[in-house]
């Protein structure tokens, strides 16, 4: 049998085994695997909890986004409705405000026509007057017309008034 390299290659190989079991380097990296796939078991099952616990933290936003959601339609409905019912009441004061303002002005187109025809009556009163004072001057002569003119000129001057 020859000697050559790929036997000492494999004899050192065998060798190399045979010093890493003496020395139990196969129960360290053991050891170490086993270790290392528990840490991983872990660290799974701690992922998997902060998953769950994301989920339910998640669900319970969206639980109170939807919560949100309807108050906020709450208040926009409540919202239009109080608007609603400003509108209605502001109407309601304008329409009060316009009859009041349409019922003074009626009350001073009344009164401006009552000065207007008591204005009217006065001067047709002194018109009546005169015209009776030129009349009986005219007609009647001496002392007693004008007495008598003077007379009936103040009470009808008293009378008109």
């Not at 004072?133 to 003077?150: C, D, N, Q, R, S």
């Amino acid at each position: 049998m020859e000697l050559d390299a790929e036997f000492f290659v494999a004899a050192g190989f065998v060798l190399f085994l045979a010093v890493l079991a003496y020395l139990g380097v196969h129960r360290t990296l053991t050891t170490a695997i086993d270790e290392r796939a528990k840490k991983i078991t872990g660290e799974l099952g701690e992922a998997q909890r902060l998953r769950s616990e994301a989920e339910a933290i998640l669900a319970s936003f969206k639980q109170k986004g939807k919560e949100a959601e309807a108050e906020a339609a709450a208040i926009i409905a409540q919202a239009k409705a109080e608007a609603e019912l400003l509108a209605t009441e502001a109407e309601a004061r304008v329409s009060a405000f316009v009859t009041r303002r349409t019922q003074q002005a009626e009350m001073k187109i009344a009164q401006a026509e009552a000065q207007a025809h008591a204005d009217v009556k006065a001067a047709a009163a002194e018109a009546a007057v005169k015209a009776a004072e030129i009349v009986l001057k005219a007609e009647t002569t001496g002392e007693t017309a004008a007495g008598f003119l003077l007379k009936g000129i103040s009470e009808l001057k008293a009378k008109l008034n």
